[in-house]
């Protein structure tokens, strides 16, 4: 199996900027990507992006597009979320998640997942 743990987290302004980590463990070479989630409060879990682990290959979400990076450290086995230009509706517990399937902009898509990492963004 797949262990994800997130870290990163935190209380940022407006407009700031701050990075997200996930760290896989366990049976890594069964990952075909990972995805980052994020649920707000009353909300549905919404995608906001993944990326291939082999290729690199990244997807966004629209409300995130061109604010927020996913990265990868093969070698540590670690993907990153930079997220800059922060808005109070990023607000979330964000989830980072793990697929060995094809397709990973649908929560279905996925079998593994972290814990979640609070964060929030102050007007």
């Known amino acids: 199996q797949v262990q994800l743990v997130e870290s990163g987290g935190g209380l940022v302004q407006a407009g700031g900027s701050l990075r997200l980590s996930c760290a896989a463990s366990?049976?890594?070479?069964?990952?075909?990507?990972m995805g980052w989630f994020r649920q707000a409060p009353g909300k549905e879990r919404e995608f906001v992006g993944a990326i291939y682990w082999n290729s690199g290959r990244t997807y966004y979400g629209n409300s995130v597009k061109g604010r927020f990076t996913i990265s990868r450290d093969n070698a540590k086995n670690t993907v990153y979320l930079q997220m800059h230009s922060l808005k109070p509706e990023d607000t979330a517990v964000y989830y980072c998640?793990?697929?060995?399937?094809?397709?990973?902009?649908?929560?279905?898509?996925?079998?593994?997942w972290g814990q979640g990492t609070q964060l929030t963004v102050s007007s």
């Open positions: 366990g049976r890594i070479f069964s990952i075909n990507a």
């Open positions: 998640a793990a697929t060995s399937g094809p397709t990973v902009q649908a929560i279905n898509d996925y079998d593994r």
